[in-house]
């Protein structure tokens, strides 16, 4: 599946569009990990434990766009964002978002070659 942050993708046309997709997560932060990340923030640095947890949402939320867009037939995710915000000041929810789309090599272009799917 190719996943992009552009509208389009060099070397390919866009045959069709599949829609929207979006992959939601929502991550709670333990006790021992807000105590830990107080204290870390008494010196300074980053809180390592947060940052973890984050890269792993993110993640998980691009693997479930990227599921949507299979089960609507779609080789590829174009204009693909991020949107996270709070909930209840103890939860993060983490989307990924974009355009599901059938991707085909453009007339007389050589496109690099498409990752393996997921």
Request: no cysteine; hydrophobic share 45%.
């Amino acid at each position: 599946m190719l996943v992009l942050t552009t509208w389009n993708a060099p070397g390919y046309e866009v045959r069709e569009v599949k829609g929207e997709v979006f992959g939601l997560v929502v991550r709670s932060r333990s006790l021992v990990m807000n105590l830990g990340a107080m204290i870390r923030s008494l010196f300074g640095g980053e809180i390592k434990t947060y940052t973890e947890l984050l890269e792993h949402s993110r993640q998980e939320a691009i693997n479930r766009m990227i599921a949507q867009a299979q089960a609507r037939g779609a080789n590829a995710v174009l204009s693909m964002r991020f949107d996270a915000s709070q909930i209840a000041g103890t939860m993060t929810e983490i989307v990924a978002y974009g355009t599901a789309a059938v991707l085909d090599p453009a007339p007389g272009a050589v496109p690099p070659a498409m990752p393996p799917s997921v």
